[in-house]
């Protein structure tokens, strides 16, 4: 078992610096150089590394990942979102638990807005939360909507997880994007099953309230003014890829003209929310690709150590049949996600997870979906799930883990619910990406 000490080595490496709190392109750095030293010739494996740099992130598919970052807080800086809540508030008729079928419809607008769930879940926690709670909604039926609805930009296209997934494992970034949106569209309405059911069992836990009655003119201007519009945006970025009239960096530039004429049409336009969105699309690309050059030698590293095909050879081995292993893959995922961000897992586990998907012959498509809602449950599993810290940040004060990430927890079964279901189903993950 030559390749165990090299498998055991780098990722116990990794493992342990992340551990004690070293950030994460640092600790894939630290890791690679003493890899470089031991399996790849010292000082000319290092020399090899920095000149890999600039090949890891100058890869077309990455173009997108900042365009879209560009657009989405732009969408969320200039307020455009408020607009949108209002919209489907008025649309929406005196239903119990209204509030969280708004949030839940918001969620999907956003989503195929901004590709960002943190933006997502902290900007409808701190527009909504308050008024749910002033209305007597119980905190499962204020945080766990929002929370699930938050974390829709997982798959929603334009996801900036799903291009960057897409873009370290080599697949097509259009096909994985687009791959997303009747997933998403099937786990939205399994949430609303959720919340429907939630009231069914327990009415109390969101009173109803007298709603003033809205005459359908006023609805369907509310819609034309601040829904259409982002319709047309949706399209830019979604439909052309979809008719392969662009490509993902095509539609991303595409997003970004359109909620410029928005913001200039609704006379939102600022030089300041230009410049800080530029500042967050910055931040955010240069972690990334500091991340991806890491990460691209780990890899490296890791095949030329023999550790990839050793541990390839020795699972196999066991011939439990391939769907055992992509359990197991989701169990080792949903495990990370308690105690590490998402960027984190998909960089540690892509290197091993994707030589087995190659070897059982997997739709690439199909499993770096998989992968992806599997990643979206580590976003709200305590004790470390992001979008728990953004909602105790939005949510009052004294508001516990406990609180949050048990509200959240029917909407992670429904996610591992839709799992099973594109397993099962495949087409539902490939029958649009079929289409392209």
């Not at 943190?118 to 119980?138: D, F, Q």
């Not at 569209?185 to 069914?200: E, H, N, R, S």
Request: charged content about 5%; some cysteine; aromatic content about 12%.
């Amino acid at each position: 078992m030559d390749w165990l000490f090299p498998f055991a080595l780098m990722v116990g490496l990794i493992l342990f610096f992340m551990g004690v709190g070293l950030p994460v392109a640092f600790a894939f750095f630290i890791t690679n150089i003493v890899g470089l030293f031991l399996f790849f010739g010292g000082s000319a494996g290092v020399s090899q590394m920095i000149s890999n740099f600039s090949d890891a992130i100058a890869t077309y598919s990455l173009a997108p990942l900042p365009l879209f970052l560009i657009m989405g807080s732009l969408f969320f800086r200039s307020g455009l979102g408020d607009g949108v809540m209002h919209a489907l508030d008025l649309c929406i008729g005196n239903l119990r638990a209204r509030l969280s079928y708004v949030v839940l419809a918001a969620g999907a607008v956003f989503s195929a807005l901004s590709g960002s769930s943190l933006a997502n879940t902290g900007m409808m926690g701190s527009l909504m939360v308050p008024e749910m709670l002033k209305r007597g909604y119980k905190p499962k039926m204020a945080y766990g909507p929002i929370l699930g609805a938050g974390s829709l930009a997982v798959i929603i296209p334009p996801s900036s997880l799903g291009v960057l997934l897409g873009s370290l494992a080599n697949i097509n970034v259009g096909a994985l994007l687009i791959a997303g949106a009747l997933p998403g569209l099937l786990l939205c309405l399994i949430f609303a099953g959720l919340i429907y059911v939630q009231t069914l069992l327990d009415p109390d836990c969101a009173p109803l309230y007298p709603v003033e009655q809205i005459s359908l003119g006023k609805k369907l201007k509310a819609i034309a003014i601040n829904v259409v519009p982002m319709g047309v945006i949706i399209f830019l970025v979604v439909g052309t890829i979809l008719l392969g009239i662009a490509t993902p960096t095509e539609s991303a530039a595409l997003g970004c003209a359109g909620v410029f004429g928005l913001l200039i049409a609704y006379g939102r336009f600022s030089l300041e929310s230009v410049w800080a969105a530029l500042d967050d699309a910055m931040k955010v690309t240069a972690m990334t690709f500091l991340i991806i050059s890491a990460s691209t030698t780990f890899s490296q590293v890791f095949a030329f150590s023999g550790a990839s095909n050793g541990f390839i050879d020795y699972v196999t081995g066991f011939d439990p049949g391939p769907y055992t292993f992509l359990f197991l893959m989701v169990l080792v995922i949903l495990i990370l996600g308690m105690f590490m961000d998402q960027v984190s897992m998909m960089l540690i586990t892509l290197p091993i997870f994707l030589p087995i998907a190659n070897h059982f012959g997997f739709d690439l498509v199909w499993f770096a979906l998989i992968l992806l809602l599997a990643y979206e449950v580590g976003f709200t599993t305590p004790p470390f799930g992001l979008l728990l810290f953004v909602m105790i940040g939005v949510a009052p004060p004294g508001t516990s883990l406990k609180t949050v990430a048990l509200a959240a927890a029917p909407f992670i079964l429904c996610t591992l619910l839709l799992i099973v279901l594109i397993i099962i189903f495949p087409q539902i993950a490939l029958f649009l990406p079929q289409l392209l």
